[in-house]
């Protein structure tokens, strides 16, 4: 989805701020010490770009989607990039040990996810 908003937005069919562009991108300009404008890579967690992406791309089809924030899935969502954090960057051997009620988690955060998305492309 960011990508399609970045080549609207070059097609100039959109319009963004540039802290919606920073999030889009993962990157900031900065200037340096000697004034010069330079391009740095600014991580934005999943969590923090979820929203917002989704918010352009419905602006961007002329609708105004808001991404539901107050259900369990979302609490879910958050918990599964957690476990998904855990494996990939283990502090030790017991952070590869996953229950089943953690896989659960995960199951309720894709079908969320799912049903997010698909709501989106519904509403667009």
């Not at 609207?8 to 990157?27: F, G, S």
């Not at 199951?107 to 969320?112: G, S, T, V």
Request: with cysteine; glycine share 6%.
């Amino acid at each position: 989805m960011a990508d399609v908003i970045l080549e609207a937005r070059e097609r100039q069919e959109i319009r963004l701020l540039p802290k919606e562009i920073e999030i889009l991108r993962q990157e900031r300009t900065v200037t340096n010490d000697s004034g010069m404008s330079v391009v740095r890579l600014k991580f934005v967690p999943i969590r923090d770009r979820i929203a917002p992406v989704f918010e352009m791309f419905s602006r961007l089809l002329g609708k105004d989607f808001r991404l539901d924030k107050s259900s369990g899935g979302w609490v879910d969502f958050g918990v599964a990039i957690d476990l998904r954090n855990r494996i990939t960057h283990p502090r030790n051997a017991g952070s590869f040990n996953i229950v089943d009620s953690e896989l659960n988690t995960v199951e309720r955060a894709r079908q969320w996810f799912a049903a997010a998305v698909e709501a989106l492309l519904g509403d667009c």
